[in-house]
């Protein structure tokens, strides 16, 4: 085995998406990220993940704030580093299958008004789905990075992932991301698979986690003493938690060695100074909840990421049966292992979940079905890494012949019909991607977006620094 070159390991800055998005439910606003964006970047980051993932849904519905100007606004800011989305493959940022044409158009604007690397994800690791951003990421000359979501099973051997990475190479993709979105790869594991993964594929391997199991920190360090070239931290004031370990300690448990970011910690200093009231502001109004700060070690236990847990609580408490929650997280691997063993990530976490708790509550199990997991065993989201349980399936969808081509491939081009259906409210090109992904939300965003144009309604309030409740 060739010897792991050391060097400096790269750093991929999470606050503006994916931090903000763990611990505040996405809430965080343009104007807030503004003023500190230059000195993000002065501090040399490999690139400053910003947009995609839930911040588009977030900024329509809940921020009134149009997501192409928040990127083109940070765009202008930030001349000098990388600017990162999280693209979940043919589901876009949304959550069902949209036609090639749209997810063409959607990597073609997004590049466009700013956007350097994508990082295309499915929840099913079923790369078919990822084909068609791929190559419109390489077409525009983006960074098209491949994230594997990592998750257990006996499925998931060291082989599956050489295989898969081989063959994400071979699809064109540029860097490879561990996505281990539950906090799931402990340090010794994350040493094995990066090791394996040096072997099979000679793309950059990029690691994101969530401290939610409390072994982030060390995974990192075991990771890129592996030979993993960059990862995913997040300033202090919203680290840890169910966030990203913190950039400042990362940077300094490296320093003097071959890895060294060669950060300054007085800018980074200065950064967290910018940052820590947003955080105060956010706890007194219980925007930021004390739960999602901790440490959940039964993430290890149950192979469930934190948010998935809190979601089972509440779905429980809202039936009146929460003293079947021990009995829900037990079903929760049986449902799992029926519909294939698929990771645990969005939306094949809340469909797995949702299952679990009906056929506890119900005592019957599948007597009743989700429609969402009755698509799932039809095919419509993909190919699991193991068959579907053959009774289940049955009782399930019954005579449905399920499909076994790329989801995709039965779906006829939808931009010039979102086009004509939304043509009243266009302002510039990107409204109909928006409401293509989203046309109820999208709808009533370009609706108050032309009141406070015209300023019919003098009524309406200044909600630029509003914080609103999930």
């Keep these: 085995m060739a010897e792991i070159q050391k060097k400096p390991v790269k750093f991929t800055e999470t606050i503006l998406r994916d931090a903000h998005q763990s611990l505040i439910a996405t809430r965080m606003t343009t104007e807030q990220m503004l003023p500190i964006a230059d000195k993000l970047d002065k501090v040399g980051y490999h690139a400053i993940e910003c947009w995609g993932g839930a911040t588009f849904d977030a900024c329509l519905r809940f921020l009134k704030e149009d997501p192409w100007e928040r990127l083109r606004k940070l765009r202008d800011k930030i001349k000098n580093t990388k600017l990162q989305m999280l693209f979940r493959g043919q589901n876009i940022l949304g959550y069902n299958h949209y036609a090639d044409d749209v997810v063409e158009y959607f990597v073609q604007k997004s590049v466009a008004n700013g956007i350097d690397i994508i990082r295309i994800f499915d929840c099913l690791n079923d790369i078919r789905n990822l084909e068609t951003a791929v190559k419109a990421a390489n077409k525009e000359n983006a960074h098209a990075q491949i994230a594997l979501s990592y998750t257990l099973g006996d499925a998931y051997t060291l082989d599956y992932w050489k295989d898969i990475a081989k063959r994400i190479e071979d699809m064109g993709a540029k860097s490879l991301c561990i996505k281990d979105m539950a906090g799931l790869l402990t340090p010794y594991k994350a040493s094995e698979l990066v090791t394996a993964l040096k072997e099979a594929t000679s793309l950059p391997i990029d690691l994101h986690t969530h401290y939610t199991s409390g072994v982030a920190s060390m995974t990192y360090l075991k990771a890129v003493e592996a030979g993993c070239d960059i990862i995913d931290t997040a300033m202090s004031p919203f680290a840890l938690g169910t966030s990203q370990p913190a950039t400042e300690v990362m940077a300094e448990a490296f320093k003097g060695t071959p890895y060294d970011p060669g950060f300054d910690q007085e800018l980074l200093s200065e950064i967290a100074d910018y940052f820590r009231p947003i955080r105060e502001e956010a706890l007194e109004s219980g925007l930021l909840s004390t739960k999602v700060?901790?440490?959940?070690?039964?993430?290890?236990?149950?192979?469930?990421?934190?948010?998935?847990?809190?979601?089972?609580?509440?779905?429980?408490?809202?039936?009146?049966?929460?003293?079947?929650?021990?009995?829900?997280?037990?079903?929760?691997?049986?449902?799992?292992?029926?519909?294939?063993?698929?990771?645990?990530?969005?939306?094949?976490?809340?469909?797995?979940?949702?299952?679990?708790?009906?056929?506890?509550?119900?005592?019957?199990?599948?007597?009743?079905?989700?429609?969402?997991?009755?698509?799932?065993?039809?095919?419509?989201?993909?190919?699991?890494?193991?068959?579907?349980?053959?009774?289940?399936?049955?009782?399930?969808?019954?005579?449905?012949?399920?499909?076994?081509?790329?989801?995709?491939?039965?779906?006829?081009?939808?931009?010039?019909?979102?086009?004509?259906?939304?043509?009243?409210?266009?302002?510039?090109?990107?409204?109909?991607?928006?409401?293509?992904?989203?046309?109820?939300?999208?709808?009533?965003?370009?609706?108050?977006?032309?009141?406070?144009?015209?300023?019919?309604?003098?009524?309406?309030?200044?909600?630029?620094?509003?914080?609103?409740?999930?």
């Design 293 to 470: 700060l901790g440490v959940n070690i039964n993430t290890l236990r149950y192979q469930v990421p934190g948010g998935m847990l809190s979601n089972l609580v509440s779905q429980l408490k809202e039936m009146g049966a929460e003293d079947k929650f021990r009995e829900v997280l037990e079903e929760v691997p049986r449902v799992r292992k029926d519909f294939g063993d698929p990771p645990l990530v969005t939306p094949s976490s809340q469909i797995v979940g949702t299952q679990a708790v009906l056929n506890v509550v119900t005592g019957e199990r599948y007597k009743m079905v989700t429609k969402e997991s009755k698509k799932l065993l039809s095919g419509e989201f993909g190919q699991t890494v193991k068959p579907f349980d053959p009774e289940v399936q049955k009782k399930c969808i019954g005579d449905t012949k399920p499909i076994t081509c790329r989801p995709a491939d039965l779906i006829e081009p939808q931009l010039a019909k979102l086009e004509e259906e939304m043509k009243q409210y266009k302002e510039q090109d990107e409204d109909v991607l928006s409401y293509a992904l989203f046309p109820q939300v999208a709808t009533e965003f370009f609706k108050y977006r032309e009141t406070q144009r015209t300023k019919v309604d003098p009524t309406i309030a200044d909600t630029e620094n509003k914080v609103y409740p999930v």
